[in-house]
């Protein structure tokens, strides 16, 4: 899918594009709304995570995707409780990541998910693959 690319720079003009529901178990624990430039297409995120505010002071999105990155929500289940965060990435980028288990940093593959499947504690979503869907934030290998 090739996205078009304004002759000229331009402002963007965001619009809801969609939403992925974050899920563990049967609780609904955050969303991910995207936003897409009706001009350029490129997209923003906002996270929104249940029970915090965790609205950001800056005005407008700044952090946009490119051709060659995607959206993904990176999971941690190293702790009982699992942790999870929303990043834009390249093929090939590096999430720099401490925790109970000492793993890090993991790699995006090239399909963005986590490169080393062997991996019991981390996972790497890309959110393309669940707009308009639910994304259970599970370590099992990916279902879809």
């Known amino acids: 899918m090739s996205e078009p690319i304004p002759s000229k720079p331009h402002e963007h003009e965001f619009r809801y594009y969609a939403a992925v529901n974050l899920f563990r178990g049967t609780e609904a624990v955050g969303v991910v709304d995207l936003w897409r430039c009706s001009i350029c297409h490129v ?8 029970g915090l505010n965790n609205l950001s002071a800056e005005a407008g999105f700044p952090v946009l995707d490119g ?3 995607r959206w993904v929500v990176f999971v ?6 699992p942790k999870f965060d929303v990043f834009n990435l390249h093929v ?4 720099q990541h401490d925790c109970v288990e000492k793993v890090g940093p993991i790699r995006v593959g090239k399909d963005y998910s986590i490169e080393n499947k062997s991996d019991k504690y981390h996972r790497v979503y890309n959110l393309d693959n ?6 259970e934030l599970v370590l099992a290998p990916e279902q879809k």
Do not use: F, H, M, S
């Open 92 to 95: 090939g980028d590096e999430i």
């Open 43 to 50: 997209k923003a995120t906002e996270l929104r995570v249940q």
């Open 76 to 81: 941690c289940g190293a702790e009982e409780e």
């Open 67 to 69: 051709p060659d990155t």
């Open 130 to 135: 669940y707009l308009n869907e639910n994304l």
